[in-house]
């Protein structure tokens, strides 16, 4: 699949490769910019924060650990739509 990208750009492989890369990398930031935004907003948010800190308690998890979870189920939901 690289070897045929490559090619149809006139690139090399190696080429195609870093940019395939750059580009891989540049979506995981851009994803963790959102999720970590997301986190924030729960965290100013007085009856969110109690909500999840509720649910953190009743599923024995840590608050920081159930905070990144809702903001990951929540980045993941309004980024892939079915």
Known sequence: MLVEKAKANNTSLTE????????LA????????????????????????????TKSKTLNIPLIEMIRIDAEY?????????
Do not use: G, H, R, S
């Open 16 to 23: 195609t490769i870093k940019a395939d890369a750059k580009w």
């Open 26 to 53: 540049d979506q995981e930031f851009e994803k963790e910019k959102k999720i970590k935004a997301i986190e924030a907003e729960i965290k100013k948010t007085p009856i969110w924060l109690e909500n999840v800190e």
């Open 74 to 82: 929540i980045y993941n939901t309004n980024n892939n739509p079915e």
